[in-house]
């Protein structure tokens, strides 16, 4: 049995503190999105808020109701008995909203009119985002740690990264795998700009082939 109970309390938006570490964005077409279906549906999300007001779900609803109605704009929260733990609000950010969420049925969805879905959300930008979010997965799933990982993440503020997709057959990825992890262990990255480990590996596959075989344009 928990040991935190959430009542019900209706809050001004000034008196909530969002959290500095929160993980999530949104974009400004989302968020005009997210303001709209609020002013025509009325509010069916709440926010979940600690004690003294510190919010634990619920930040881009505060960002973008903040910025169109000011501070005194009032809300329905959730409102836990104690504050959550480090760790705890931690857990909470992620798994409100991954692993819990469950997933689109696309068989369904087909049947839907399409041009309502992207007007309801599945525009161009989310599947961008969504092409994104699997490279970044992608990267920090290859990787050798978890620290590694989110360390070795470009974004769109670090240029002048660029990103790179290749599509191979099983038995080649078997072979590049061997090869990346070779390269891995031979190369000295220490003065490399790229703080990511596959993608040094294979820069210095290219620099070696090249090396050994010229351009081809000799």
């Not at 909530?16 to 279906?37: C, G």
């Not at 090869?179 to 070696?208: C, I, K, Q, W």
Request: proline letters at 3%; glycine letters at 8%; charged letters at 20%.
């Amino acid at each position: 049995m928990s040991d935190v109970s959430w009542t019900p309390v209706t809050v001004r938006l000034s008196q909530l503190t969002p959290w500095e570490r929160n993980p999530k964005r949104i974009s400004k077409s989302h968020a005009a999105r997210l303001l709209d279906l609020w002013q025509r549906l009325g509010q069916f999300q709440t926010i979940a808020i600690g004690p003294s007001g510190e919010v634990y779900d619920g930040h881009q609803r505060l960002n973008v109701l903040k910025a169109a109605h000011g501070g005194k704009f009032q809300v329905q929260a959730l409102q836990a008995s104690r504050a959550l733990s480090e760790k705890e609000r931690e857990e909470l950010t992620i798994s409100a909203h991954t692993g819990t969420t469950g997933q689109f049925d696309w068989e369904a969805l087909a049947g839907w009119d399409a041009a309502e879905l992207q007007a309801w959300g599945f525009d161009s930008e989310t599947l961008q985002g969504w092409r994104e979010d699997t490279s970044a997965l992608a990267a920090m799933l290859d990787t050798t740690t978890w620290d590694d990982a989110f360390a070795s993440l470009p974004d769109s503020d670090r240029a002048p990264f660029q990103q790179m997709t290749f599509t191979l057959h099983d038995e080649q990825v078997e072979q590049v795998k061997r090869a990346l992890t070779l390269a891995g262990r031979l190369g000295d990255f220490a003065d490399s700009p790229n703080e990511n480990g596959n993608g040094n590996a294979l820069a210095f596959m290219a620099e070696t082939f090249v090396t050994g075989y010229g351009d081809g344009q000799g």
